[in-house]
């Protein structure tokens, strides 16, 4: 019994079956009603009681590893696509859902098509950057806070250190450097901060920014250009403040808040009862930083502006934490679905 049985192991080892037939009738001959298998069980009936534990044993693995050989037969003929008898070439395909597009994406084109249809090219560079292009050559002077480590992720902190871009800004420089004037470009892309993640703040978000450099260009184009593109953005009844404020590349600088597009400026809990909000900082390009990247300050003068994408899709949706744009889960990226 003892040979039987290792015997059959081996040729259970190395059946190899090609077709469902074949694999049935290998199933038959070892397992079925008068299978080799089902017949050692029968004379098991008649082994001596103190080989019983034995021999037991050794037929249920034998049983086993048949049962588990033909499984596994049976699932490699269905990986390797051959056609079984049961496969209805007629039957309808069984539906996939399908995906959509992130918010942020979704957003991010939004702007970049209504500048576009104002005559704006798109224009991207890398995000790990050199100091210049993130902080010198934007007129950060070198004891500014955001160079400070709180807000910067540095890389390398030697004379010229490398570090992930804090804003879209860098790109702005290297476009200054490099194109022909008059410039008119936006630049989207992911920025990155070092801020505790909380509702209001993350780590790595998106912006949009934008640049026109030209002769005479005055605050006047900004305004308009800024205008325009809230109109597109929120509607042909927004309109904008300009408040005062500063940033190192540029001279006059503001802050750009909306008309509330909730409560139509009678004052909600989204814009804290003031009916604006913010979106946005702005501001005529530094001569200084005209001059850092060879540009003749006295001929050309411009304006940039720059936006988060995340900022300005929570005010579209009314997204309270922003946590949910980072964090993939499907319930909050299904509502998204039609937007595609
Ligand atoms: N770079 C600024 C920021 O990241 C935004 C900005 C761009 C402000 C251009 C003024 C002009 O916050």
């Known amino acids: 019994m003892k040979e039987k049985i290792e015997a059959l192991l081996a040729e259970i080892d190395s059946l190899a079956c090609k077709s469902e037939n074949e694999i049935e009738e290998a199933r038959v001959r070892l397992l079925g009603k008068k299978g ?12 001596a009681p103190e080989l019983k534990k034995e021999f037991g044993q050794k037929l249920n693995a034998l049983k086993n590893a048949a049962a588990a050989k033909i499984e596994s037969m049976k699932d490699s003929l269905e990986e390797g696509g051959a056609v079984s008898a049961s496969f209805d070439l007629t039957k309808p395909g069984d539906d996939f859902p399908l995906g959509s597009r992130h918010p942020v994406s979704i957003v991010r084109e939004e702007i970049v098509e209504i500048f576009r249809k104002f005559g704006y090219d798109v224009a991207e560079g890398p995000e790990i950057e050199d100091d210049w292009h993130v902080f010198e050559a934007l007129n950060f002077p070198p004891e ?13 902190s030697s004379a010229n250190s490398i570090l992930l871009r804090t804003h879209t800004s860098s ?14 470009i936006v630049c989207p892309g992911r920025v990155f901060r070092n801020e505790a993640i909380s509702a209001r703040a993350h780590c790595i978000f998106h912006q949009v920014e934008g640049l026109y450099i030209d002769e005479n260009v ?9 205008l325009l593109f809230v109109r597109e953005m929120f509607g042909a009844d927004a309109s904008i403040r300009l408040r005062p404020s500063y940033f190192p590349f540029t001279e006059p600088s503001a802050e750009v808040d909306v008309s509330c597009n ?14 604006w909000l913010e979106i946005m900082g702005c501001g005529m390009v530094d001569p200084n930083v005209l001059e850092a990247s060879g540009i003749d300050s006295r001929k050309y003068s411009g304006f940039a502006f720059g936006m988060g994408i995340e900022r300005i899709a929570m005010l579209k949706w009314q997204v309270k934490d922003l946590r949910n744009y980072f964090e993939n889960d499907l319930r909050f990226l299904k509502e998204f679905e039609t937007s595609i």
Do not use: W, Y
């Open 36 to 47: 080799e298998i089902t017949k050692l069980f029968e004379e098991f009936r008649t082994v």
């Open 262 to 275: 909730i409560c139509h400026g009678k004052g909600c809990n989204i814009c804290k009862g003031t009916g």
């Open 144 to 156: 500014h806070p955001a160079r400070d480590m709180q807000d910067t992720f540095f890389i390398s």
């Open 171 to 184: 790109v702005q420089v290297r476009a200054m450097e490099k194109m022909p004037l008059p410039i008119r």
């Open 218 to 226: 005055t605050f006047a184009d900004l305004k308009q250009a800024i």
